[in-house]
């Protein structure tokens, strides 16, 4: 499972730099909007407040940093908290500026524009259509880090084979031996294995020794006590 955690670092490529760069516009339109003509009033360059940082600064840094972690993690779980966090940001650059009003925030400050389209598209450009799209490509960076290829499964396979201990095959002590599975062995000249103790040859009579032949009848047998057919 090790292979499949991890993830090319190219899947996040696209969605985190944008991410990254969504975040920060919407973090500092506020402040740097009057150099361009283009925000909210005051018609003044770094102005801050605590509504600014919860309505801008707060969700432009959770949606930069979130794409930070979308555009450089290689792990997958990892990234997919990275795209959850900038999802997040994006949801409040769409409806902050609605709930705020619960606490009595007084906003940032109303567009500087006179015309009634401009000052839609500043509104679109600082809160809703900026929080709508993080939260596009946040959501797309999360179905991306969601899918295991076919490529990543054949690297964890292949990962698992290669940390997979050798164990050397051994024979079973305990398998019958048969003619064909006994190992050779250098056999003499009168075919019998070398270094071997040969089987004791089978008792003759009664007299129990190898090669010795009993004697044939005559008078000097002798008759042993409680022998089978003893003569009366």
Known sequence: ????????????????????LLGAWGGLLPFV?????????PDRTWVYNTDRLQLCVAPGAAAAL??????FSANRMFAMLGGWLAALGGAWFAVGPQVAALWDA????????TEQGRQVAEQLAGFTALGVL??????LALG???VVG?????????????????VEERPDLFAPRTADTRPDIDRTAHG??????????RLQGRYGRQGQVPPQGGPQDRHVAGEHGERG
Not at 33 to 41: A, E, H, K, V
Not at 106 to 113: R, Y
Not at 134 to 139: L, M, P, R, W
Request: zero cysteines; charged letters at 25%.
């Open 1 to 20: 499972m090790t292979g499949i955690k991890r993830v090319p670092r190219t899947r996040g490529v696209l969605s985190g730099t944008l991410l990254v």
């Open 33 to 41: 909007g009057p150099y361009l003509d283009f925000g909210f009033q």
């Open 66 to 71: 979130g794409g930070l972690i979308v555009l």
């Open 106 to 113: 007084s906003g940032v400050g109303a567009p500087l524009g």
């Open 134 to 139: 993080i939260v596009f490509f946040a959501a």
């Open 144 to 146: 991306r880090f969601a």
């Open 150 to 166: 076919v490529k990543e499964v054949r690297r964890d396979r292949e990962l698992a084979e290669a940390e997979e201990p050798h």
């Open 192 to 201: 019998r294995p070398e270094g071997r103790t040969q089987p004791l040859a």
